[in-house]
């Protein structure tokens, strides 16, 4: 055989392998989408249950006290895993029946979940910082541009599970996303960062079963997720199904407060108890409080309950409690039990106020040394695993850090527990932007702006109220929750004083700050971001009545922080200035490989989507890398927040100064000594230990 008849026969074999490929991956035909929830601002959700506090429910009060998992619990099956996956670039070649039973699958992909599917294989993953991937129109999308997930799996549902109530719980899906079950459309949801939950009692059997999930890469509610981020779609958090009594504990608010000199632990607990049944029942319910294996408080009541929702309040004033703050973050258990099923959760004690102009921590003024946090992994992108949280945190406390501002929306639940834990005065914040529609101060110069910014229309009203309500209900009974944050680059219409004023009705126990109303009444912080020192100083001057407490400063890109001390000199020297949040924790550079298998952090429109929207490498930030090792500046942001501080006073007759910088802590708790060395010598030494 000649070798040109071999290279023919080759490329003829190497066609016919390509078009078998083709061949397998099934082409659905393009459909048009006619009036669609996610092209209306008023439709956010359909059939989704309302939100409640993070807890898990558990078959006795042992394995309660012992976990603070659902993935440790009987009453709780994961859905995470490998699921079937069909991807389109448009949604009018989507699959429209893959949702029935009898829908076949051949052909299709599979994917993990969670993942973020741009990270999979499936479309271009783009950073972009404010303008929209898409022209900006709301409520409207580009048809032919949103791409969409198609995902479908078999569960099984245990046969003692058949006399109780089913929820489905998605903790987190970035796209607006619809849902079925055995062929049967359930509910649909907008709002990526916080919980969708959906009964589906009426539609599961006992054994297999099947959910489906198609999810849209931008909806209406994309305009209000316009973050300076990785664009990454897909279910990105954990999946589970959960069965409870029909007789249940539904969802609690905890008080945990301060009073008599801050000495006293104040304990208010309002219990919320479903009774699905068809009649009324009586019920013990049992509420026990413990300092380590300590039991400190213990109360049963038995409750008449009518059918349907009910409202129990347990309180109790306990003495010289331990109190809660970011440099002793002490706990309690609380257990509660009902109906057989029992939970727990980590209660904290503390009193969170502004008074003369500060924002006070159990009556102290303390100073916010903080860093903004994006959701990010080398890797898996949004996806956040809690080894890597618990990293984080570690990290930062080794570096003085004591705050973090959750930009710019909610984290996994399980960041909470963590942070309530390791110490940390979180600023919990509402998973709205709308940046690239413009900011408060743009509408306020150009008012046209507003004509369609769903910051100042009465129809995105109930979308913004959503979004922070779910956050509020969420995330209410953790102590490390010190702020709630409205949004973030959103303008300051109408909706946002909604939300600042329901907030504002619905907790008594925390300030709410929004950087888009410095200057405005609905804001009891100043947040700014990015001031300069002169303009820092001109708000005291002028007699701001406000705490300042920067939402973002010290940007970090590139090798500094600048004049992170001169800031600090300033902060320091004026008690109305509390510190700030610096810009930001992590670069967010996705590992990538070259040709020859070198690794390197992509960033912009390096993987696939360069001549797309993006703002190339502004998203490399952070004082720390993608892989969390340091940059300079980290170390200089551990200098400046450093609590213990020493000043030459006479080093050659051993006298040094200390100065406490801490807010809660005694230097009676630390073993101090230096060394002075003489060209490499060491010329006068000293220790103390206390």
């Known amino acids: 055989m000649k070798i040109y008849q071999i290279i023919i026969l080759a490329a003829i074999v190497l066609f016919s392998s390509c078009k078998q490929e083709i061949i397998k991956k099934p082409i659905y035909k393009a459909e048009k989408w006619e009036n669609p929830e996610w092209e209306n601002p008023e439709i956010f959700e359909i059939n989704r249950e309302k939100p409640t506090a993070t807890f898990y429910r558990y078959a006795d009060e042992n394995t309660a006290l012992k976990n603070e998992s659902w993935k440790n619990s009987s009453n709780y099956k994961s859905l995470n895993g490998t699921w079937n996956f069909y991807y389109t670039d448009s949604v009018n070649a989507r699959p429209k029946d893959f949702y029935k039973n009898d829908f076949s699958l051949k052909g299709w992909d599979t994917i993990a979940v969670p993942s973020n599917w741009e990270l999979k294989g499936f479309g271009v993953p783009v950073y972009t910082n404010i303008k929209y991937m898409f022209p900006p129109n709301p409520p409207f999308i580009p048809h032919n541009i949103n791409n969409n997930g198609s995902y479908k799996r078999t569960f099984e549902v245990p046969e003692n599970w058949s006399e109780k109530d089913i929820y489905l719980h998605f903790e987190g899906v970035s796209g607006a996303m619809y849902l079925w079950i055995n062929g049967e459309f359930v509910g649909y949801n907008e709002g990526s960062k916080t919980a969708a939950e959906f009964n589906i009692s009426k539609v599961v059997k006992p054994g297999k079963n099947t959910v489906a999930v198609q999810v849209l890469r931008w909806s209406d509610a994309s305009y209000m997720e316009d973050q300076d981020f990785w664009r990454l779609s897909g279910i990105e958090r954990d999946v589970y199904i959960y069965a409870s009594n029909k007789v249940n504990l539904r969802d609690f608010t905890v008080l945990a407060d301060l009073e008599n000199n801050y000495k006293d632990g104040v304990l208010n607990l309002d219990l919320e108890i479903d009774n699905n049944t068809v009649s009324d029942v009586e019920k013990l319910v049992d509420v026990k409080l413990f300092d380590g294996d300590i039991q400190v408080y213990s109360e049963s009541k038995s409750a008449k309950l009518s059918t349907g929702k009910n409202s129990i309040e347990f309180k109790k004033i306990l003495p010289n409690v331990k109190t809660w703050n970011a440099e002793k973050p ?5 257990l509660i039990s009902v109906n057989g099923e029992s939970t727990a959760i980590k209660v904290g004690f ?4 502004i008074e003369k102009s500060q924002f006070l921590v159990n009556g102290k003024p303390v100073l916010i040394k903080g860093v903004n946090l994006h959701d990010h992994d080398e890797v898996t992108g ?5 080894t890597l949280t618990i990293k984080d945190m570690e990290i930062m406390k080794q570096n003085n850090i004591n705050a973090i501002r959750c930009s710019h929306y909610p984290k996994d639940p399980f960041f909470y527990r963590l942070a309530n834990k390791y110490g940390f005065y979180v600023v919990d914040e509402t998973n709205i932007e709308t940046h690239g529609m413009g900011v408060t101060q743009d509408v306020i110069k150009q008012p046209k702006k507003a004509n369609n910014h769903p910051a100042y229309q009465p129809q995105w009203k109930n979308a913004h109220l959503d979004r922070t309500i779910r956050m509020f209900e969420r995330d209410k009974n953790h102590p490390s929750v010190v702020i709630w944050s409205l949004g973030n680059e959103a303008g300051n219409g109408e909706n946002f004083y909604t939300t600042y004023k329901w907030l504002k009705e619905n907790d008594k126990t925390r300030p709410t700050q929004y950087e888009g109303a410095v200057g405005y009444e609905n804001s009891d912080i100043e947040a700014p971001m990015y001031w300069k020192m002169e303009q820092m100083e001109r708000y005291v001057k002028e007699g701001g009545k406000k705490p300042l407490i920067q939402c973002e400063y010290a940007h ?19 008690p109305t200035m509390q510190g700030g949040f610096i810009w930001d924790w992590v670069d967010q550079g996705i590992l990538s490989k070259t040709d020859k298998g070198e690794e390197f952090w992509t960033y912009g429109g390096d993987l696939g989507g360069f001549e797309l929207q993006n703002d190339k490498n502004f998203c490399l930030n952070g004082i720390v890398n993608p892989d969390r090792s340091p940059h300079p500046a980290l170390f200089e ?3 400046v927040y450093q609590y213990i501080k020493f000043k030459n006073v006479d080093i050659s007759k051993g006298k040094i100064d200390i100065k406490n910088v801490y807010d809660f802590t005694n230097l009676n708790e630390f073993d101090f000594s230096w060394t002075l060395l003489e060209n490499g010598k060491e010329a006068v030494s000293y220790t103390h230990l206390t």
């Open 330 to 334: 002490n706990l309690y258990t609380l």
């Open 350 to 353: 503390r009193n969170i106020k």
């Open 382 to 386: 949004h996806v956040i695993s809690e």
């Open 556 to 574: 970090a890109m590139g090798n500094s922080l600048g004049n992170l001390q001169d800031y600090w000199d300033l902060i320091e020297a004026n």
């Open 637 to 639: 942001a551990k200098k």
